[in-house]
Nanobody, 127 residues
Framework: QVQLVESGGGLVQAGGSLRLSCAASGRTSSTYVMGWFRQAPGKEREFVAAVSWSGSNTAYTDSVKGRFTISRDNAKNTVYLQMNTLKPEDTAVYYC????????????????????WGQGTQVTVSS
């Protein structure tokens, strides 16, 4: 498996931006789909975004489309989540996750497909 460490969370005012990073270590020679999930207080963890191993395909939950951008730098074993125009409802713990890729362009959006998880980073958006 691969080990994942998130960073970049914090407190920001509504309308602001944050960039989350997720560094992978361990079996990084394998090809992985990378995803971001989030869990707000009292709610279940939900899918936010995913990117294929090749970076050619991405997916987003409807509530973040046009505001968030997922990207990856395979040379640095790092995936990013650029979050713009943040809203109070984006407040959550954000988790990075990895799933073995079947081929360069595939991705997953279901939590059960991801086998490696980071510990999470808190994002708080004040109104």
């Amino acid at each position: 498996q691969v080990q994942l460490v998130e960073s970049g969370g914090g407190l920001v005012q509504a309308g602001g931006s944050l960039r989350l990073s997720c560094a992978a270590s361990g079996r990084t020679s394998s090809t992985y789909v990378m995803g971001w999930f989030r869990q707000a207080p009292g709610k279940e963890r939900e899918f936010v975004a995913a990117v294929s191993w090749s970076g050619s395909n991405t997916a987003y939950t409807d509530s973040v489309k046009g505001r968030f951008t997922i990207s990856r730098d395979n040379a640095k074993n790092t995936v990013y989540l650029q979050m713009n125009t943040l809203k109070p409802e984006d407040t959550a713990v954000y988790y990075c996750a990895a799933a073995l890729a079947l081929y360069g362009g595939n991705y997953y959006t279901d939590e059960s497909s991801f086998t490696s998880w980071g510990q999470g980073t808190q994002v708080t958006v004040s109104s």
